[in-house]
């Protein structure tokens, strides 16, 4: 459940100030399995909790591996084949499941939340199904709510998961902003439960996994063995433990899914192939949603949309105690990666590993991403306040800098290098933050759209400076 926390500036600023812009602008990543393997291997090393990795390219398997460890205690090293929580990619299959039972006539995206789950109060607003996909409900998320992390090492029900936020105030009015939101695919689960007449557990397996072929997939019990299953580690300083206390079974239909790297290709084969929904139902689900004021959310039911460089990305991400998650398609280039870790804290960032493979399969370096008509950097030049704070708010001031013809973005006490990916776009390296400028009729820059990697609209930085 990465996104288990919601995305907020003070995390923008922790980022921005923490990673280590380190490494050449240049690096070159070279169209092959052993470019692949190297990247993997620095960051995953030996004696450290791994990941199991897939890398699939018009059909064919590029790369399968696992690296790392699989168990630190027996020094037992990473199948390819272990059985690892998808954390928050669970989300991608409770979306289908909705789709699945809207084609059958069995419910409607346009149903009220209190037709299905009468007993969790909205205030006497309507929330649609929709609105609980694309995390646009405006319901509070459990794991933002106080005391949450006191009981998260308990068997807890789906309804008692809900009483965190049952009667909160909603954040927002339906439909007028984004927040992403465990609760809401909480809320789906016992959606999926009362119109198909099934647990969400055996919903999925007969409807999603069989289906998929997907043979080594599991809602966990809490009751049962899974033969593979690994498992997961947190650190505290340079140690290494097992990851306690968080019973996984209270993600449920937001983020309890175990899987494997081969099931999730089965899985992104099965979907491509229309066996599970409709191509144009699969379409609306994995297109970005808009907000009244203009703003992509980058998010469509359970999938991230995104940008690398030129190419579009369908993704997501999780995590939750001892593990994480990543998986990332790229229709154009028919590229498809999976990660699953079992640690939350890999030393790389799972999205930065996985934009690298993609690289890498693509073939690209940064010269040849970088085919565009170029400005002079120093119209970037100044500072620029986000939207809704007062000038004098310092931690709201972001400050573009030049230095040796290469520009830098200060936020909070963070300095990050800027490369150049279109004539007014930037990303950070890694690909961590996106920066769009605006400009103006007359050419002028106004504002800055920022966009840090994971769902929601885009951060407004008006320009405050004299041009």
């Known amino acids: ?34 470019e692949m393997n190297r990247v993997l291997a620095a960051a995953f090393p030996t004696n450290a909790p791994g990941a199991a990795v897939l890398v699939v390219q018009n059909g064919t398997v590029k790369l399968r591996k696992g690296y790392g460890l699989a168990n630190l205690e027996s020094g037992t090293p990473m199948d390819p084949a272990a059985v690892l929580p998808i954390c928050s990619i669970t989300k991608q299959f409770t979306a289908v499941a909705i789709l699945q039972l809207a084609e ?105 996994f069989a289906p998929a072929a997907m043979a080594h997939s599991y809602y966990p019990d809490g009751q049962h063995t899974i ?126 590993l996985a934009a690298n493979l993609i690289r890498t399969a693509l073939g690209e370096t940064v010269a040849a991403r970088a085919a565009f008509a170029s400005t002079p950097i120093e119209e970037f030049v100044g500072k620029y306040q986000m939207d809704g704070y007062a000038i004098t708010d310092g931690n709201r001031m972001l400050e573009v800098t030049a230095q040796s013809n290469r520009l830098f973005a200060h936020l909070g006490t963070g300095r990050r290098p800027l490369t150049r990916i279109a004539t007014d776009e930037f990303t950070t390296r890694g690909d961590e933050f996106h920066f769009t400028f605006v400009r103006d009729n007359d050419r002028h820059i106004q504002k800055v759209l920022l966009r840090p990697d994971g769902p929601g609209p885009d951060l407004v930085w008006q320009r405050i400076d004299a041009r």
């Open 227 to 352: 033969a593979g299953r690994v498992p997961g580690y947190s650190r505290t300083g340079k140690i290494w433990e097992i990851a306690r206390g968080f019973k996984i079974t209270q993600a449920y239909s937001a983020g309890a899914l175990l899987s494997t790297v081969d099931d999730m290709w089965a899985w992104e084969k099965a979907l491509e192939a229309g066996r599970l929904v409709s191509p144009s139902l699969l379409r609306s689900a994995q297109a970005e949603g808009h907000l009244p004021d203009g703003r992509a959310t980058h998010y469509g039911y359970g999938w991230e949309i995104n940008k690398l460089g030129r190419h579009d990305v369908i993704e997501h991400a999780g995590g939750m105690p001892g593990y994480s998650a990543y998986e990332a398609h790229v229709p154009d280039s028919d590229i498809y990666v999976v990660i699953l870790a079992n640690t939350y804290s890999p030393s790389v960032p799972l999205h930065t």
């Open 1 to 34: 459940m990465n996104r288990l926390w919601s995305r907020a500036l003070p995390l923008l600023l922790s980022a921005l100030s923490a990673l280590n812009p380190a490494g050449a602008a240049g690096e070159e990543f070279k169209d092959s399995a052993a």
């Open 104 to 208: 059958a006539g069995k419910l409607k995206l346009t149903d009220d939340l209190a037709k299905w789950v009468p007993d969790y109060p909205t205030g006497g607003a309507k929330v649609t199904l929709t609105q609980l996909l694309s995390h646009t409900s405006g319901i509070p998320n459990i794991q933002d709510q106080a005391g949450w992390q006191k009981v998260w090492d308990r068997e807890l029900t789906p309804n008692q998961m809900l009483d965190f936020t049952r009667n909160k105030p909603l954040d927002f009015a339906p439909g007028s902003n984004f927040e992403y939101s465990n609760t809401g695919f909480t809320l789906l689960g016992l959606v999926i439960e009362k119109a198909s007449g099934q647990s969400y557990a055996d919903y999925i397996r007969s409807h999603i």
